[in-house]
């Protein structure tokens, strides 16, 4: 059963009079688990919706449309699958000792329809039967999974499970169930580095069409985790596994016409070594695992540069986290050079999670409202989406109207694209 959070206006599901706070249960006789049992049996272009109003009265909606035309139905969130791991580098375990967080924040999630559907990473450690028949009835593929090692001690060091020494297993089942992956790695220093990554790297690349890419990031740890056994790679160690995964790629290339296995970003700033362009990624669509989001920006940028209004007088401030800012000021100078405008980047520390935190989404509203108390005479603030949950919320809980009206004479803006933003704002 789902509950219905919000019905878009002019969709089918307003037309047939279902509303908000009412309950479905079934759809054409199959029982509606959740969100995901919804976007499989609404496809159908006849169906037989039964329900309750939000009265409690019984209904049956009869709903006859196109092929895959989806009803326009929001539902409530689904409880989340948690997490049974025990990683020494885990996020949540990582958090701040403060009041309060964003609320989402203390989740463990490890959930296989989030993979499915939202690109999130699992492990694979806490399915069961009616899980694994699920994943191939309804074909939930590809999923992304954090993989780690093939090497079963170190991933058994890595996630303290018993089940995940059973990785090949898993692997195996769904490549027999047709299901494909995007395959993870979060490299750890002296745990699955060196030989257990090469080990790694050739059990995947050997599994051929069911491993569609494999992504290798450094382990990120916040002054709160990093006293559980884990420690941030050196330079060395990043610019070894940069020299692992590029021998890799040129011998997918060369057999495969794709590169097939990516370093995220973090990797190479990590390793002191320049960030490479789009090309470097195929085109895929990675950049949730930190893959590409800088490439991304500077292509996007410099592709609307010149459709850019020109912003003469105009003063400009661009917050990021620390990693980001030499990027994010290069591409500063040539917007300003093209409109006009006094642009001027803030990279900020991250005092909610600790310096070793660099990335602009982790950031909390103190920290952005800490970065820009020296431009309040400023016109515009923009900073980057990713810092808000869907209600406007940062990470320690501060409202995106509370930041405003700390800093009430400057702009704020969310921003997902700069030049989009800068032509609207």
Request: hydrophobic share 40%; charged share 30%.
């Amino acid at each position: 059963m789902i509950r219905v959070q919000s019905v878009r206006p002019d969709s089918i599901a307003a037309e047939v009079g279902i509303g908000p706070g009412s309950t479905l249960r079934t759809i054409n006789d199959r029982e509606i688990r959740d969100a995901l049992d919804l976007i499989f049996y609404e496809a159908d272009a006849k169906l037989i919706v039964e329900g309750t109003e939000p009265d409690g009265m019984p209904v049956i909606y009869d709903i006859e449309k196109e092929p895959n035309l989806v009803l326009g139905i929001v539902p409530e969130p689904d409880k989340v699958r948690r997490c049974t791991n025990a990683c020494p580098f885990c996020f949540v375990k990582g958090n701040p000792k403060v009041d309060k967080l964003r609320t989402d924040l203390y989740i463990k999630d490890d959930d296989y329809r989030l993979s499915f559907m939202f690109g999130h990473y699992v492990t694979l450690t806490n399915l069961r039967d009616d899980d694994w028949e699920r994943i191939f009835e309804q074909h939930l593929s590809p999923l992304y999974v954090s993989v780690h090692a093939t090497d079963p001690e170190a991933r058994l060091r890595m996630l303290v499970n018993p089940r995940s020494a059973e990785i090949i297993e898993h692997l195996d089942r769904l490549a027999a169930g047709g299901i494909r992956i995007h395959a993870q790695v979060v490299l750890c220093p002296e745990v699955n580095d060196g030989g257990v990554l090469q080990r790694t790297i050739d059990d995947l690349y050997a599994r051929g069409a069911d491993v569609l890419s494999l992504s290798i990031v450094p382990v990120g740890l916040t002054e709160f985790n990093a006293d559980r056994g884990i420690r941030a790679l050196t330079t060395e160690e990043c610019r070894a596994a940069l020299a692992m995964i590029e021998e890799a790629r040129v011998r997918a290339r060369a057999e495969r016409g794709t590169a097939w296995c990516y370093a995220s970003d973090e990797l190479f700033l990590q390793a002191a070594v320049e960030v490479p362009g789009a090309d470097y990624f195929d085109d895929q669509e990675l950049m949730a695992n930190g893959v590409g989001a800088i490439s991304l920006l500077r292509d996007e940028v410099r592709a609307d540069i010149d459709r850019l209004p020109r912003l003469d007088g105009r003063r400009i401030v661009l917050v990021t986290g620390t990693s980001m800012a030499r990027h994010l000021a290069e591409l500063a100078g040539e917007i300003a050079n093209a409109t006009g405008a006094q642009i001027e980047t803030a990279p900020v520390v991250n005092e909610l999670y600790g310096p070793t935190v660099t990335t602009a989404g982790l950031l909390g509203g103190r920290d952005h409202l800490r970065a820009l108390e020296p431009y309040r005479d400023f016109d515009l603030a923009l900073f980057s989406s990713t810092a808000l949950n869907d209600d406007d919320l940062f990470l320690d809980d501060v409202r995106l109207d509370e930041l405003r009206a700390a800093i009430p004479e400057l702009h704020i803006c969310p921003s997902d694209h700069i030049t989009e933003t800068l032509t609207t704002a």
